[in-house]
């Protein structure tokens, strides 16, 4: 039997990115944001948001957020602690500063779930770190009824998410991808598209240079 050689898998070091998922309420960019978090083949880190809002009977603290008192929140904005920070929905949310910053400059990426206000200052801060993609659903009847059948809502607050949707949705045009949430399934595979695409971008694998130099150094032939 004749052995076939294999070609080992070359490592080119890289700066980490930063890939953020924006939606209106019910749409579907949490559990996207944790399904391909929780994919362990993509070493992604999620970043966890702190917010002033109160938990959801289904939410960890230090998993889904970490909830803090709004003068918590206040002193982490006036120290310039925050990488971004919004109101939303009458409560304060915000992306702790020191944690992103070091993980991209170890090659590490990191995943957010934030909204258009947010992704702006990040993207102002962190420029060509950043990829953005913003997730739609395939109608507004149905994210009417996603929040509904996720029974965590009072009406009046479901009523203030698919007022405040509206004006999302718009925000779409500012985005690098955009996916229409129909099939879950088919969302996560075109999520992970993109990250995988993204990850080969010249501007982000930093050790390309001395790779290639390395290669043109070598002989031409070899014994």
């Known amino acids: 039997m004749t052995a076939i050689a294999t070609v080992p898998h070359t490592e080119i070091e890289r700066r980490g990115l930063v890939l953020i998922l924006s939606s209106p309420s019910g749409a579907g960019k949490t559990t996207l944001t944790r399904a391909i978090a929780d994919d362990g083949g993509w ?16 939410e960890i603290d230090g998993r889904h957020y970490g909830f803090i008192s709004r003068e918590a929140f206040e ?6 602690n925050l990488l971004e920070w919004a109101e939303v929905h009458g409560n304060f949310y915000g992306t702790p500063r020191r944690p992103v910053e070091t993980a991209l400059a170890r090659g590490r990426d990191m995943i957010f779930d934030i909204d258009y206000q947010g992704t ?12 953005t993609v913003f997730i739609l659903p395939p109608s507004f009847s149905e994210l009417r009824h996603r929040l509904e059948r996720r029974a965590e809502d009072s009406p009046a607050t479901i009523e203030k998410r698919l007022a405040n949707a509206r004006n999302e949705i718009q925000r779409w045009v500012e985005y690098d991808y955009v996916i229409v949430n129909d099939d879950l399934d088919e969302s996560f595979r075109a999520l ?9 971008k010249r501007v982000r694998r930093t050790g390309l240079t001395g790779f290639v130099d390395g290669m043109l150094a070598e002989p031409a032939s070899m014994v």
């Open 192 to 200: 992970k598209s993109i990250l995988e695409a993204e990850r080969l």
């Open 120 to 131: 702006r200052q990040v993207r102002e801060r962190l420029q060509d770190d950043v990829v």
């Open 43 to 58: 070493g992604l880190d999620l970043s966890i948001s702190v917010t002033t809002r109160q938990r959801r009977p289904s």
């Open 75 to 80: 002193d982490l904005r006036q120290r310039d």
